[in-house]
């Protein structure tokens, strides 16, 4: 457990990659409506990369902690939290395994950014699904935000915008494309860093398996999960198959 071969490399740069001022206020005032709506305030991010979730969380006086399967990442978010002087732990520790580490009870636990497809069969799903109940408190709310593959997989669509990065002299490109498969897909990521007139590039790649929205739901009810509420984008528009961008997903835990 914690290597992560794709993610682990790319721990040093992810928060190049990802414009987090922008894409925190984005998708927090979706996520703390329905804390609100839930009476949310422990928080567990599951796949929670370098912590930045967490983090903002943590700001707004949420008891927030985090896990993830590679090392790198989870080094990364505990330097950031000692920085911030942020109380926020954060364990080693992918899906099917939070409750051995981070047994809870949690109010919420979330799982953005696409991490879900990373598991490559539905009974990985469902335990996965069946380790955030056994998180959760009775009622306990979880967010899952996926590409929405009910388009995607029809359309085969290879390739995502290019990233670009630029500290002083320093410039980092990142460019993402996928290979189709069967039943799978190929993620590939190549990242290009100009240090003067000097470019250098890393390739890193990583199999998923796309999850529909039929599957999705079918898991959810068979991990004990009621009320599922699905969402094309955090401006909460209901989830369109044949156009939106992502597949938001809120379900609460039963009671039982």
């Not at 979706?30 to 929670?48: I, P, Q, T, Y």
Request: contains cysteine; glycine residues 8%.
């Amino acid at each position: 457990m914690g290597e992560v071969p794709l993610y682990d490399a790319f721990s040093a740069d992810y928060d190049r990659f990802v414009d987090w001022p922008a894409r925190l206020a984005h998708e927090l005032p979706f996520l703390e409506a329905r804390f609100r709506e839930h009476g949310v305030r422990r928080v567990l991010d599951s796949a929670c990369g370098t912590g930045q979730h967490a983090l903002a969380l943590a700001r707004r006086g949420y008891d927030a902690a985090g896990a993830d399967l590679s090392e790198g990442m989870v080094a990364r978010a505990r330097t950031l939290a000692a920085e911030a002087g942020l109380q926020v732990p954060f364990a080693v520790a992918g899906f099917g395994h939070l409750a051995e580490v981070l047994p809870g009870p949690f109010d919420a636990v979330l799982c953005l950014g696409n991490s879900l497809p990373h598991l490559l069969s539905a009974p990985e799903v469902h335990a996965a699904f069946s380790d955030f109940a056994a998180v959760l408190r009775p009622g306990g709310l979880l967010v899952v935000q996926n590409r929405n593959y009910d388009r995607v997989w029809v359309h085969q669509e290879r390739f995502m915008p290019l990233q670009v990065h630029r500290e002083g002299e320093r410039e980092w490109l990142f460019f993402r494309f996928m290979d189709w498969h069967e039943s799978t897909l190929t993620f590939n990521v190549v990242t290009l860093e100009r240090k003067g007139k000097q470019w250098s590039y890393r390739v890193g790649a990583t199999e998923l398996r796309p999850i529909l929205q039929a599957e999705l739901a079918a898991l959810l009810l068979q991990a004990g999960f009621a009320g599922a509420r699905f969402y094309g984008d955090y401006q909460g528009s209901p989830f369109d198959p044949e156009a939106s961008t992502d597949l938001i997903v809120v379900a609460t835990r039963g009671e039982g």
